[in-house]
Structure formats: C-alpha cells, structure tokens
C-alpha cells in the first residue's frame, strides 16, 4: 500500500474539527444543565486580559463555562463595551468583570480577581492564551473533590506548547513542565513580582500535587508573540526574575521612556511603548539599544534582552536591514553557562525562574567544586519546595492519586 503522507496543515484543520465536534457534543449534552450540578465544590474561574485578546478569551471561557459556578475577568479599560457584554453572554451571565487601570505590574492586575474570590473556593486561573483540555474541564470537579478528600490545595498541570511560527507552520510540544493553574483560595493567598509572578500560599502552605498528564492546557502563542512579550518582560521588569537595574537595557529603556513620554502620548507604560514600536520608525537612540544588546547572552534577563531587537526586526525588517542577531553560547563550565544550567533546573523542577539569591549559590557552589552539577537537580526535588509543590505522590487524576 503507498503511503500518504499529511501535511502539517492538514493535520492542523483535522485536530481543529475534531476538537470543535467533541465541543458541540459536549454542549448538546449539558445544554439542560446550564448551571454545574450541585456539589460542595465551588469554582471559580479567573483571568486578565485586554482588548486585543478578547477573540481568545471567548474561546477560553467556551471552553470552561459549563464546569465552573463563576468568572472573574479583570480588564484595563480596553475592551469595547460591546465586547464585554458579548462575553458576559456567553459566560452564561456568570462573568463578573472587574476594571483596574494597568500599570506594568502584573501581580498587582491578578491580586485584582483576587480581592473578588471567596475563602474555601477553588480558583483556576489562565491567560487568554491558554487553554485547558476537554479532558481537564469535564473531570475537573471530580478532580477537585480527591483534591479535598487528600488535603491537597494546589494542583500543578502539565503544559502543551503550540507556537505558530515565522514561516506559518504550528509545532506542537509536550513540556515537561507543570504549572500552578489550580488552587484553593485562603487568607494570604497573593501573587507577587513585577514580571513572571510568583503565587504565595495562605496561612497554612501550599499542599500540592502534579495532575495526571493526560489532563493539560495548551499555550497558543506566535514566534511574534513570544519576542514581543520578551521585550515586555524586559521594559516592565528588567527581564528573568524581575532584575530591573541590573539590566542595562531595562535602565536605557526606562530613563529614554521618560525623556520621550510625549512621543508615548503622555504615557510611559507598556501599552504606550508596544504602540508606539508598532508603528515602526522609533527614535534612533532606541532603536540603537536594540542593536547594541542583539547578542547578549548568558544571564536568564540577558536574553531576553534581544527579544526587542528580535521583535522589531520582525515587525520591520527593512529598517534593520544589514543587522543580525548572532549570540555566542557561553563556554562549557563558564560561570554565565552554570548560571544558566541553574536556571533552568529551576524552571524544569520547581517550575519558577531562579531567586538571585539561589541562583548565586548554586551557581558559586558549582564552580568552586561544593557540589556537582549532576548533584543539583536531586538536591531542588529534597527541597521543602518542591515537596510542597508536588506533594508526596507525581501525579492524580480522577481515579485517585
């Protein structure tokens, strides 16, 4: 038999449909139903998110509203009246939606739903861009009920990258990574950072556990997307683990913002700044810091910080014609390639970017010959945070832990 072989693109429009037709049977099914069935579980589902992500956000909410009690969608002021009571329709009026003004503080935006939770209900949280499974939203108050019955009150789940690339193919990848998405709301729960939050645990801890990889969200985002939410990342917190000042581009970008806020519209926040380089043609001296930190490389916010060069060349390559982004890998055993060996065991096993102060002692512990590099990783899963995070057990699912 002659083997067909399928297109990426093909392969594309078939999960599509087949998702959209799982969709609309589950929706025929629990049409009758358009409140969750009664149970001591409360869910409440949280999200911020603007103007430009409310076509996301629909599908979002498409995609959870008949397994949660509620919604809180904190916004900025961007979304059209008409959008928003577009998606209060299709929450099934269960979207509350809260207004707070951005200011380039994103815990601060999320502290916003927050303040609008209630003690002893289970919160789920997501970006626009990030979309749970059918398989999670359909278990999920079965999963939660075994969460209760175990003491457990945080669920991390394990993420699906799906990157749409500069030249229109969709790469799909399963992470090794799990995300802190599930939680149960307590006094003291609270995120905190500028840039890459970090969620703190109420009075009595975080009792954690990984979700069954089987349930997952998917992380749509475009090659664009990501460069653009580097340079964000960059602009509003120094990069990496929110390291401001110690950024040279972060201290730049931030005094020319100042200087030039009349070219930003009186404004010198984000929204203002990604507007502004959207429309191409930036001043000269800023573009120039681009082109100055296009090869940095090394340190977590190092490079990040040629995510903006990278953006704009994408968004105008014609302006940084004769430019190129050629970063040189840090030599094996260099402090700048443990620094990021560090880095990234944190990420793939606590899940978190590396504090400073952790990242400097592994990192000088290494160097200097305290410990292995082999030794680190079975050392962050000994630590009292991971066995908070993940619990004693790898993974649960609706049959049990």
């Not at 079975?378 to 619990?391: F, V």
């Amino acid at each position: 038999m002659e083997k067909v072989e399928i297109s990426d693109q093909e392969k594309r429009e078939v999960h599509e449909k087949v998702e959209k037709f799982q969709e609309e049977i589950l929706a025929s099914w629990r049409k009758p139903f358009q409140n969750p069935s009664p149970s001591p579980v409360k869910i409440v589902y949280c999200m911020t998110f603007y103007g430009e992500r409310v076509a996301q956000v629909a599908k979002c909410l498409k995609r959870v509203v008949l397994y949660v009690n509620r919604c809180v969608l904190v916004h900025d002021g961007t979304p059209k009246a008409s959008q928003i009571d577009q998606l209060y329709k299709l929450s099934n009026r269960k979207a509350e939606f809260v207004y707070r003004k951005w200011d380039d503080r994103f815990a601060k935006q999320r502290n916003a739903y927050l303040d609008h939770v209630e003690e002893g209900e289970w919160v789920i949280v997501s970006d626009p861009d990030e979309l749970f499974s059918l398989s999670f939203v359909t278990d999920i108050r079965t999963i939660l009920m075994d969460a209760e019955k175990q003491g457990i009150n945080s669920l991390l789940i394990n993420t699906h990258d799906v990157i749409k690339e500069l030249d229109g193919k969709t790469t799909r990848n399963v992470s090794n990574r799990f995300k802190q998405l599930i939680f149960k709301y307590e006094e003291g729960v609270r995120y905190v950072g500028s840039v890459h939050e970090t969620l703190l645990p109420g009075i009595h801890g975080w009792r954690s556990a990984n979700l069954d990889p089987r349930y997952y969200y998917e992380h749509h985002k475009t090659m664009l997307d990501i460069k653009e939410s580097g340079a964000r990342n960059v602009f509003c917190g120094g990069g990496g683990n929110n390291v401001k000042e110690r950024n040279p581009l972060y201290v730049q970008w931030q005094a020319w913002a100042i200087a030039h806020i009349f070219a930003l519209g009186g404004v010198a926040d984000w929204p203002h700044m990604r507007d502004y380089i959207r429309k191409g043609h930036i001043d000269e001296d800023l573009k120039q810091f681009f082109i100055d930190h296009r090869n940095d490389s090394g340190w977590d916010y190092e490079n990040e910080s040629r995510d903006p060069f990278t953006w704009y060349s994408i968004l105008f390559p014609e302006e940084m014609k004769g430019w190129e982004s050629k970063p040189e890998p840090p030599s094996k055993g260099s402090p700048s390639e443990v620094m990021a060996y560090v880095e990234q065991q944190y990420l793939q096993i606590l899940g978190r970017k590396a504090d400073d102060k952790g990242k400097q002692l592994y990192t000088d512990s290494i160097l200097v010959g305290n410990i292995k590099r082999e030794q680190l990783p079975e050392m962050l899963k000994n630590s009292e945070e991971y066995k908070q995070k993940h619990g004693t057990t790898e993974h649960t699912g609706s049959e049990g832990w």
